[in-house]
């Protein structure tokens, strides 16, 4: 059974989706984490994501990894462990515009199919259910108001100890990544027909893990009971 889950960022959807996994006893898998590695890369390696036949070249013989350590996701680009540097201001920007490149959507999309088809997952991203899995189970469209999430940023890096942050820009960057997600040419950020839209904005994690977790419970049940 596939999971998909899709929303614009700051919405919650990796934390929720691995809690759902957990209790499912599925495989998560973080189609984000991987775009970010890419994003790793290019920093690095200083691509501008404005030149796509420099971006394709550079990530031909690229390799990206999740492995699962102590029970942690950990995300491996080219043997090298990024998964500290991903979730950064930095390489969330860059991800927002190299992931809307053709090139990098393809060299991905392979290896996301192929863990779907193999495994009971539940991958998050913008477009699992409109492109990556569009015969998913079950799809679900987790969002919150603009102002919500760039709170929820602030706090996190507050809490993380971050000094000078400043939640207006934090607000700024999401609703420009909004922006961008929803209008790139290449799979943008949209709720599939079949999606179950889910609010966040007045849940808590447990919450909305729980209800993600109950409406796959009842696809369950109907795909066992169509097999008898």
Known sequence: ??????????????????????????????????????????????????????????????SIEIRYEDGAQQV?????????????????????KSSALPCVREKLLSIQRELAAKNDVVM????????????????????APVEVRAQRRYDELVAKGEAGVDRD??????AARDK????????????????????????GIEEVAAQIIRHANERKYIICTRMV
């Open 76 to 96: 491996y680009l080219n043997g090298d462990n990024v998964t500290g540097r991903l979730r950064t201001e930095e390489v969330g920007n860059m991800a927002s």
């Open 169 to 174: 820009k934090i607000e700024q960057d999401i």
């Open 1 to 62: 059974m596939n999971i998909a889950i899709d929303g614009p960022a700051g919405a919650g959807k990796s934390t929720i989706a691995k809690r759902a996994a957990k209790e499912l006893g599925f495989i998560y898998v973080d189609t984000g984490a991987m775009y970010r590695a890419i994003a790793v890369y290019l920093i690095d390696n200083g691509v501008s994501a404005g030149d796509e036949a420099k971006v394709a070249e550079a990530i031909d013989d690229i």
């Open 180 to 203: 961008q997600d929803m209008e790139r040419k290449t799979a943008p950020l949209k709720r599939a027909d079949d999606a179950i839209l889910v609010d966040s904005s007045d849940m």
């Open 124 to 143: 998050d991203g913008r477009d699992i259910g409109t492109n990556i899995l569009p015969n998913a189970e079950l799809k679900i469209y987790l969002t």
